[in-house]
């Protein structure tokens, strides 16, 4: 076979699916969080850390939608906002984390004000809503593929935490529930975007790299966390401040 022969529809997105095994569930910190075997200053640091990601969900996807020309598209797209900002009728998942963060033992005014973000969380989170804003619509909606992994990761914690982590207020974990069934319709959509708009062999293998990053995305926003969580060295640990 010609190196540069597209791989058909069936192939890329078996291709695209496979690059699960970089998906951030596998990171130490989410494999000690599955166990249970996390402290609740390492639960509040992943929570409040990730908050920081899910209030520029809508961003990215406002950015998206900002450089889509096509009016269907768009009619789909904006639904993603719509879940995570919410509306008059329902809190969305920006609410629903936020009684997540409630949860765990952090007050909304607290979680809100970002004191807690770490750095390289910050500019990870950053980078990637940097890559939907100036990025082609289609390649900003590859992005989001990692959705496709996202229902497993939820699951484990709803099955898990109850056990493991008893202390926390069951109905904090409502964001893990509703984004199960969101995630799979979203996935649907990406996918077809993605599948129909990637279609030579050099615009699939582009695919599977934009995939890569927002993989890195995630993966490094825990590598962030485990430096401060886990081996209790955030930023500047080891700087003597001068009074």
Known sequence: MNEQTPWTREEFEAKLRAKEIYYHIHHPYHALMAEGKLDKAQIRGWVANRFYYQIKIPVKDANILANCPDRDARRL????????????????GI??????GEAVGIPREELWSLKHVLPGVK????????FARHAAWQEAACSSLTEMFAPAIHKQRLAGWPDHYPWIEQEGLAYFRKRVSQASRDV??????????????EHQERALEILQFKLDILWTML???????????PPYFNIKAKA
């Open 188 to 201: 649907e959509h990406g996918l077809a975007i993605t599948l129909e708009h990637f279609r030579t062999r």
């Open 95 to 100: 609410e629903a984390w936020t009684r997540l």
């Open 223 to 233: 590598d962030a966390l485990w430096l401060a969580y886990i081996d209790h060295k």
């Open 123 to 130: 500019f990870a989170v950053d980078a990637y809503v940097n």
């Open 77 to 92: 797209w904006v639904q993603r906002i719509l879940d995570h900002d919410g509306s008059d009728r329902e809190g969305g």
